[in-house]
């Protein structure tokens, strides 16, 4: 049974940081591409970040900069390094694992930033 579990999603004030950590269990972590996104209420789910199983990362424009997405195979984790929050970033983040033509989700952590 596959499952990725979120944590670290809280409230913070804007400016501030915050890592999200998303742990895998039931596949072979190495080999799928593993990524971020999030939704805010009334918006589309939105691709934050991600990264290949060769380390390769992409970011949304609106992130760059401010988030670092990074993996560790060995604790079949991937995390999201989040800097300089803004109040827009305020959506529940979800991690998601992929592997053609297979995608897992996680069931998302709610990052709250306040202005």
């Known amino acids: 049974q596959v499952q990725l579990m979120e944590s670290g999603g809280v409230l913070v004030q804007a400016g501030g940081s915050l890592r999200l950590s998303c742990a895998a269990s039931?596949?072979?972590?190495?080999?799928?591409?593993m990524g971020w996104y999030r939704q805010a209420p009334g918006k589309q789910r939105e691709l934050v970040a991600s990264?290949?199983?060769?380390?390769?990362?992409n970011y949304a424009d609106s992130v760059k900069g401010r988030f670092t997405i990074s993996r560790d195979n060995a604790k079949s984790t991937v995390y999201l390094q989040m800097n300089s929050l803004k109040p827009e970033d305020t959506a529940v983040y979800y991690c998601?694992?992929?592997?053609?033509?297979?995608?897992?989700w996680g069931q998302g952590t709610q990052v709250t930033v306040s202005s």
């Open positions: 990264i290949t199983s060769g380390e390769s990362t």
């Open positions: 998601y694992a992929a592997r053609n033509p297979t995608t897992y």
């Open positions: 039931g596949i072979i972590f190495s080999v799928h591409a």
